[in-house]
């Protein structure tokens, strides 16, 4: 089974625009983190936040927050006010405690923010 | 502060030849990795080196060899690489003493095999 689910191929949001990119997930460790990265066209990886899994309250940084619902196993990303800057790949990651080393990645959303 | 930088960031090989990606960290960490990005499949682990003198494989490990040479370097090596290993590869680190753990990237190494 797949551990990490990006259902959206491809987004378009407006500027200024909050949009949501879905992220679903899989595991039976009580006990994990959960990443964003953003990946622009140049190819780098960009580590955008992060949440983990006894995290009381949801993530922010910055324009960026994780809508964490730990019952349905989804880590939203919420981005508000887009920015033309702001398109970009976006890859769900998540890790286990119990497998430390290992992260995995969801396919990636490509959005596109139109102006 | 550089981070991971690794190199070549192009390289296009032929068949059956063999090349070595070389991969460095400035940031102490103890964890580092080799993931390839392939269209529409995210990031596969290849292999992992949770510490100096240990590596381990990942998801997919087949084709691909690796070196923990010391704290700072670990490469990956393509002893006869294959079309099927055209891909962008990425280096990363981490440091698992932190709150986050997250990875840090290198820029990415775009191999083309033909």
């Known amino acids: 089974a797949q551990k990490i689910t990006q259902t959206q191929p491809g987004m378009f949001v407006q500027e200024k625009e909050a949009v949501t990119l879905d992220c679903t997930y899989d595991?039976?460790?009580?006990?994990?983190?959960l990443f964003w990265y953003k990946q622009p066209s140049s190819g780098e990886m960009i580590f955008l936040i992060y949440?983990?899994?006894?995290?009381?309250q949801n993530a922010t940084e910055g324009r960026y927050s994780l809508n964490f619902q730990k019952a349905r196993k989804s880590a939203n990303l919420v981005i508000s006010a887009s920015q033309l800057g702001d398109s970009a790949m976006y890859f769900c990651?998540?890790?286990?405690?119990?497998?430390?080393?290992?992260?995995?990645f969801g396919s990636g959303t490509k959005l596109n923010v139109k102006p | 502060n550089a981070g991971v930088t690794q190199t070549p960031k192009f390289q296009v090989l032929k068949t059956g030849q063999s090349m070595t990606l070389q991969c460095a960290q400035d940031?102490?960490?103890?964890?580092m990795y080799w993931y390839r990005q392939d269209p529409g499949m995210g990031l596969r682990l290849i292999y992992y080196?949770?510490?100096?003198?240990?590596?381990d494989k990942g998801e997919v490990p087949n084709g691909y060899n690796v070196s923990r040479l010391n704290k700072r370097e670990f490469s990956l090596r393509l002893e006869s690489a294959a079309p099927s290993q055209t891909s962008v590869y990425f280096c990363?680190?981490?440091?698992?003493?932190?709150?986050?753990?997250?990875?840090?990237f290198g820029e990415g190494s775009r191999l083309t095999v033909l």
């Open positions: 990651a998540m890790r286990e405690t119990n497998n430390f080393n290992k992260f995995y």
């Open positions: 949440q983990g899994s006894y995290d009381q």
């Open positions: 595991t039976s460790d009580p006990s994990y983190g």
């Open positions: 940031m102490n960490h103890n964890s």
């Open positions: 990363a680190s981490s440091d698992h003493t932190t709150n986050t753990g997250e990875l840090f």
């Open positions: 080196s949770a510490s100096e003198g240990t590596t």
